[in-house]
């Protein structure tokens, strides 16, 4: 069935993380027109398409709202009807300076101008703040078809109001926003990855365990419980009395290890305070043993169907 939408999308780029959004905004009955000046991937959008609708009817995200996707080799007719242009170029910066330099001279000031960057802040690719109005970082998660987060990161000069419309766009193309109150090298997600990744490569290099089972950790320990909570929650939910019960057990361990990698590791009691309160909000009516015992039960399905995975029984 289709919809009635005036959402449409310009995307530069046909390669991998482009032709995703372009299968998801259409399926979310947006109106995409897929830019690439390489032949031969405009060619191969339509079977990388095909092969991220089969991957989101999969995870049971299809919606099917009729879109339409048209392959261009330029995109120069369509950048005035769109309300957004995702441009998913080349990890480039010098490739990203001269896109936008030439999408803010030929767009209107209302088109809204964001980059798939995993690691350029936008204060890098538009460099002058009154420029910086209209753009700012919209970085999925790979491979944001069916992992539907992303990551929107202001430049120093993008309106609140950008902000707000994105986020909201961006919602009603499918995907989770997760909005940062300003630039910061690496975002959220790659922070956190960054994060675990250094004390992994650190385990191995001092000889405490091999790479495998750094893996194993992870894959049998902790990713089944951050699947489905994620580092805060699953604290609260380890410990009898939540966070602040966490905080008091294992922060003076946490701080330890920290320093010891030359780390600063400050839980102040605000800090803190502030996390269990927001806990407390998003928990709701729900008890810590309530929503523990939801865990219990989810973890067990998940562990479930991973094995089956793993077993090749799916």
């Known amino acids: 069935m289709a919809i009635e939408t005036d959402h449409r999308a310009v995307i530069l780029g046909a390669g991998f993380i482009g032709i995703s959004f372009a299968a998801v905004l259409a399926d979310n009955g947006w109106r995409v027109t897929l830019c690439d000046p390489d032949p031969e991937r405009l060619r191969a959008a339509g079977d990388g398409i095909k092969e991220q609708n089969q991957a989101m009817a999969l995870a049971g995200l299809n919606l099917n709202l009729d879109g339409i ?31 936008f330099s030439e999408l803010l001279s030929i767009t209107e000031a209302g088109t809204l101008l964001v980059t798939a960057s995993s690691a350029i802040p936008m204060s890098q690719i538009v460099t002058d703040f009154d420029r910086q109005s209209r753009c700012l970082v919209a ?77 194993k950790v992870m894959r049998l320990g902790l990713g089944p419980r951050w699947a489905l909570s994620g580092p805060f929650e699953t604290a609260e939910l380890n410990t009898p009395g939540g966070i602040v019960a966490h905080a008091a057990r294992m922060g003076p361990a946490y701080k330890r290890m920290g320093e010891s990698r030359g780390e600063v590791v400050n839980w102040s009691d605000e800090l803190v305070k502030k996390v269990a309160e927001s806990r407390d909000a998003v928990r709701g009516d729900q008890s810590i043993p309530e929503r523990a015992a939801w865990r219990s039960k989810a973890v067990a399905k998940l562990v479930g169907l991973r094995n089956q995975l793993l077993r090749g029984d799916a």
């Not at 330029?74 to 010098?94: Q, T, Y």
């Not at 109150?181 to 000889?207: H, K």
């Open 69 to 99: 996707i048209e392959t261009v080799s330029s995109a120069d007719a369509a950048l005035n009807r769109a309300a957004l242009v995702i441009e998913c170029g080349p990890e480039n910066l010098e490739f990203k300076r001269e896109i």
């Open 139 to 215: 970085h999925p998660v790979n491979p944001p078809a069916v992992l539907r987060l992303i990551e929107l990161c202001p430049a120093p000069g993008t309106s609140r109001q950008t902000i707000q419309q994105v986020a909201s766009l961006f919602t009603d193309a499918g995907f989770e926003p997760t909005i940062l109150t300003r630039e910061i090298e690496g975002f959220l997600l790659n922070r956190l990855q960054g994060a675990v990744l250094r004390e992994a490569y650190r385990l191995v290099d001092d000889g405490i365990t091999a790479p495998n089972d750094i893996d």
